[in-house]
């Protein structure tokens, strides 16, 4: 058992070799206490996000456009942005990956505004570079946007994003509700500048003879988007609706466009409340930012600077360098480690436990938001960020509520309606395959993904198997069972969705090796270790094993899925993969004890693990995450689940949680009353 954040303990020095079991007992206590360090003052935890450079490159033209590119804050971002250039010209998307023809532009962009020569060295290798990677041509509807607002790209090279599409229905097939909940907060602030279509012009020095130098060939025309070869494709029959669209966008009278404006400025201001900035991601805020401009709020208004002061607090600086995060991670961050302290052995009324959950108590989102196109329950969820009240999500609330189960919180009724609200909102969130998405309810229409800006791979939120297993280890640490419709139904879905390898895919973690823990994490709470199906997956992650005892894949998976669970080992990764491990085979087996010792001889002085690559999911084969506490809340859980299974702890978890009787009501059976 861990002692209590308040008090201390001392290591006795011993003149013999520690056993491996002291050694991991010795190295869960160095990491639970770093972890407890870590913790801010109001309760909650939070490590940094990080992210590519496209958000400095992106962050230099935004301070350009409301006129806040002070010199020393431009060079910081722009020493930020020169850092991570590769040696080839470009710069990729993710630790050690290869140069991405969308970052390169945006950091060569980036760098001209920041004042770099376009004939110094390293501007001359960037646009080599693009020029090898496929020219401007084939880059993202993005970049193409954000380059017509300067007025050096012809809104012909920009799909439409006509703001008659928020007029649409909820029952059409093409409506903003049946877009994925950041699509539709990226967008529809895109929908307003379509329409006014501002100018902010790039400074005099950045011609737009240099922007057009970026195509690989400029004399050729170029489409908005290539076509399939195939003649009748879901993808044609989509750019033909966009050459018809821009066939619109030039007549002089719209009958709908000015009730289009109205309802998109509306949704707008709507969303802006209650959260810290639109969607409180980086691209949606921006994209708000510019959309009050261009309406003619002005940079200093109070709504305007209210959402500027919101991006601003994704600023890290440094002595020479400013970097930018895409958003705040304090509730995921802090359900994790909250975890992970547990099944360390917390005590359970621990002021570190309790300062916690009275700080996730009063974020729990309570009132109606996108995700409710139906009635088919109330609010209950939480958010990933401080204050995201539209954007609960599965995965957060299904973490947070496996984190309140094992806290002694002084006002015990308060916490079991919270718990109650929450799961009957995650059960109300179950999609019609049996999965569970993200944010959204029943997100699975695949036509949308051919809509020419779709192209960050991202437009829907369809059902996926790690988010199915986050719900299922939650109702199975709840004391559901698996003989419960909705149960049998989820776990049917992962069963449909492993790989013939006996993998299974990880949409919001670098990859099958993420995916693969999470359903065995979720089987064997529900009892169901035993399956074929799990003893196929651990056959798949021992295979998987590196020869140092860790687990390691790159976000080269995704392209690439031959290349799943291939990759040098890290913390993160080798601790999902000795949880799976656990799950479904023999602690005392040679492949647990390899990956031990790797996290053991990881483990630095302080109790934390070091690592460098981006484990973490945000579009995948487009945007990366790091997450800089997950290298050390997952090692000190793994490690602790081991040594809580060699001591007898082998059900599904090592810490005695509420009873079902007292969670459901007294009727036992996985039903709330």
């Not at 509730?331 to 621990?350: H, R, V, Y």
């Not at 089987?523 to 860790?550: I, K, M, P, T």
């Not at 998976?557 to 023999?586: E, M, R, V």
């Amino acid at each position: 058992m861990l002692p209590s954040s308040e008090s201390s303990t001392q290591t006795v020095a011993t003149s013999a070799e520690p056993t491996l079991q002291e050694r991991v007992s010795d190295a869960v206590r160095r990491s639970a206490q770093h972890l407890l360090s870590l913790q801010a003052p109001e309760g909650y935890w939070v490590g940094e996000l990080q992210a590519d450079t496209t958000l400095e490159s992106d962050y230099i033209f935004y301070l350009h456009v409301i006129g806040e590119a002070e010199p020393d804050r431009i060079a910081k971002l722009a020493n930020y942005i020169r850092r991570y250039q590769l040696p080839d010209g470009g710069w990729n998307i993710y630790f050690d990956g290869p140069s991405e023809l969308n970052a390169t532009i945006k950091a060569y962009l980036a760098l001209r505004l920041a004042g770099d020569s376009a004939s110094a060295p390293q501007m001359i290798k960037a646009r080599q570079r693009v020029h090898d990677l496929g020219g401007l041509e084939r880059s993202n509807s993005y970049v193409r946007f954000y380059l017509a607002l300067t007025g050096a790209l012809s809104w012909e090279y920009v799909p439409a994003i006509p703001p008659e599409l928020i007029l649409s229905p909820r029952w059409f097939m093409i409506n903003i509700y049946a877009m994925s909940s950041w699509t539709r907060a990226i967008v529809v602030p895109l929908m307003i500048l379509y329409a006014l279509k501002p100018r902010w012009p790039l400074p005099e020095a950045i011609t737009d003879e240099e922007v057009h130098g970026l195509f690989r060939d400029p004399s050729l025309p170029i489409p908005a988007f290539a076509r399939d070869r195939k003649v009748f494709t879901w993808r044609n029959f989509f750019l033909i609706i966009d050459r018809l669209l821009k066939v619109h966008e030039a007549l002089p009278w719209k009958p709908l466009r000015k009730l289009a404006e109205r309802a998109a400025t509306r949704w707008l201001l709507t969303h802006l409340e209650q959260s810290d900035g639109l969607g409180a991601i980086f691209p949606a805020m921006m994209n708000a930012v510019y959309a009050l401009v261009a309406l003619g709020y002005r940079p200093e208004d109070p709504l305007t600077r209210r959402e500027i002061g919101q991006l601003a607090r994704f600023e890290i600086e440094d002595e020479d360098s400013i970097r930018l995060q895409p958003c705040l991670s304090p509730i995921w961050d802090t359900a994790i480690a909250m975890f992970s302290l547990q099944e360390a052995g917390i005590p359970s009324d621990d002021p570190a436990l309790v300062s916690a959950t009275r700080w996730l108590l009063e974020r729990q989102v309570l009132t109606p938001g996108d995700w409710r196109t139906e009635p088919h329950c109330d609010g209950g969820g939480w958010a990933f960020e401080f204050r995201n009240d539209f954007y609960p999500d599965v995965d957060d609330t299904a973490f947070v509520l496996m984190s309140l189960q094992g806290v002694a919180y002084p006002d015990a009724s308060r916490l079991q309606e919270a718990k109650r609200r929450g799961l009957e909102w995650m059960l109300g969130m179950q999609n019609r395959d049996g999965g569970w998405g993200a944010f959204d309810h029943n997100n699975d229409s695949r036509l949308l993904t051919q809509i020419p800006f779709a192209d960050h791979n991202a437009m829907i939120d369809p059902s996926t198997a790690d988010l199915t297993a986050r719900a299922l280890e939650c109702l199975g640490r709840c004391g559901w069972s698996e003989s419960d419709p909705r149960v049998k139904r989820a776990v049917e879905f992962v069963k449909r969705d492993q790989t013939p390898e006996g993998a299974w895919y990880g949409r919001w973690g670098v990859n099958y090796i993420y995916g693969t823990s999470g359903v065995l994490r979720a089987l064997e709470s529900l009892g169901l270790r035993e399956e074929a199906c799990c003893q196929r997956a651990a056959v798949w992650l021992r295979a998987n094993q590196n020869s140092d005892g860790g687990w390691g894949e790159t976000c080269a998976s995704y392209d690439h899925p031959d290349q799943k669970g291939l990759g040098p080992s890290t913390p993160s990764q080798t601790a999902w993969g000795l949880i799976g491990l656990l799950a479904a085979g023999d602690p005392e087996e040679a492949a647990v004890a390899r990956a031990v010792r790797y996290l053991l001889d990881q483990q630095q002085p302080d109790g934390s693990w070091p690592e460098e690559a981006f484990t973490g999911t945000g579009f995948p084969r487009v945007f990366y995450l790091k997450y800089h506490l997950y290298r050390n809340s997952f090692p000190l859980y793994a490690l602790a689940r081991y040594q809580n299974l060699l001591n007898g702890g082998r059900e599904a978890f090592a810490v005695r949680f509420a009873s079902n009787e007292e969670f459901h009501g007294g009727n036992g059976n996985g039903r709330y009353s």
